[in-house]
């Protein structure tokens, strides 16, 4: 991405919702979500965290712009975990209404852990009886190896509620890792251009909803491993042996190949986590094969800004604590 505005612009979206800046942001183009709500200005700050009352009750606009000099990464602070499930709900629910009325259907990349707890929420909302589900395409940011609990967890929790078909639910393979990852790979690929489309060569989901472990981990891309520096789109998809189990997990090319990849993580526990990829993001954005040691090999997700879409991150308060 183009590091072309040095700023860290979050819209509020929700009473009492903290934004941070570091420059002006006026005049930035918007990305509208689901309710057609007239966004308040972002607010020119003197310190880099305030508080701001904004007239409306929900999700209304996230501003596209840089966060540490980054086109395209954009944060967002909420009061709370709530918050953060419904704004992530919200964004769910624009991405897939604009992909099936612009190509017939909707892809999405779901994690395991506490993404899929969030989007049950979906099931509860009015305007999500409004999408048709059956065009929607779920994958996986990462599964354990003959478990399938991401699987398993995804449709629990909202995928069979909102009748998403089976046939629809793209999960990998049993048998050993390496063979696993190899067809999810080619799985990822031979989507037909409806679903998942290929920009410059590389697959392209509609969306990717990235969880953040405490230690940093997104998928099953831990730091300092071997799976974080792998930077380039020749494996969309790898295996990861750690003692006692075996996944696979997305590439870091491939979750941030998405049209919008949106990371929402909150708690206290986070802190470090988040503000170390947002502090390396810029450098890991910008890097290429050359250019020295890769910046996030110990935060991989910084490097989720890299891709060509947008990269948004929906925190609490408490997780953001240390932007």
């Known amino acids: 991405m183009n590091a072309t505005v040095s700023a860290f612009s979050v819209q509020a979206a929700i009473p009492h919702s903290r934004v941070c800046t570091r420059q002006s942001v006026s005049k930035l183009p918007t990305t509208q979500l689901p309710r057609q709500l007239s966004s308040p200005p972002?607010?020119?700050?003197?310190?880099?965290?305030?508080?701001?009352?904004?007239?409306?009750?929900?999700?209304?606009?996230?501003?596209?712009?840089?966060?540490?000099?980054?086109?395209?990464?954009?944060?967002?602070?909420?009061?709370?975990?709530?918050?953060?499930?419904?704004?992530?709900?919200?964004?769910?629910?624009?991405?897939?209404?604009?992909?099936?009325?612009?190509?017939?259907?909707?892809?999405?990349?779901?994690?395991g852990g506490r993404i899929p707890k969030m989007l049950a929420h979906l099931t509860s909302m009015p305007a999500a009886k409004q999408v048709d589900w059956s065009k929607c395409h779920l994958f996986f940011v990462n599964e354990r190896q003959n478990e399938g609990k991401c699987c398993s967890l995804n449709k629990a929790q909202f995928a069979d509620a909102l009748g998403i078909p089976d046939d629809n639910i793209h999960a990998p393979i049993t048998g050993e890792s390496p063979d696993s990852a190899s067809a999810y790979d080619q799985t990822l690929r031979s989507q037909a251009a409806q679903i998942i489309p290929s920009i410059d060569g590389m697959p392209s989901l509609d969306m990717a909803l990235i969880g953040l472990g405490n230690d940093g981990h997104i998928g099953s891309v831990y730091p300092g491993s071997e799976t974080a520096k792998v930077h380039s789109a020749a494996s969309l998809a790898l295996p990861v042996d750690k003692p006692g189990k075996q996944s696979i997990t997305m590439s870091l090319a491939m979750m941030a190949a998405a049209q919008i990849t949106i990371v929402a993580s909150c708690g206290s526990a986070k802190v470090d986590a988040v503000s170390s990829a947002i502090r390396l993001s810029s450098d890991s954005a910008s890097w290429s094969p050359g250019a020295g040691a890769m910046p996030w090999v110990d935060s991989p997700s910084a490097r989720l800004a890299s891709g060509q879409g947008e990269t948004l991150w929906i925190l609490d308060t408490e997780a953001a604590a240390g932007l």
């Open 42 to 111: 972002v607010r020119q700050l003197s310190k880099s965290v305030s508080t701001s009352r904004v007239a409306t009750r929900h999700f209304a606009s996230v501003t596209r712009a840089a966060c540490n000099g980054v086109e395209g990464l954009s944060v967002q602070v909420l009061p709370t975990d709530a918050d953060v499930e419904l704004a992530l709900c919200e964004a769910v629910l624009k991405s897939a209404t604009e992909a099936i009325a612009s190509k017939g259907a909707f892809s999405l990349a779901v994690p």
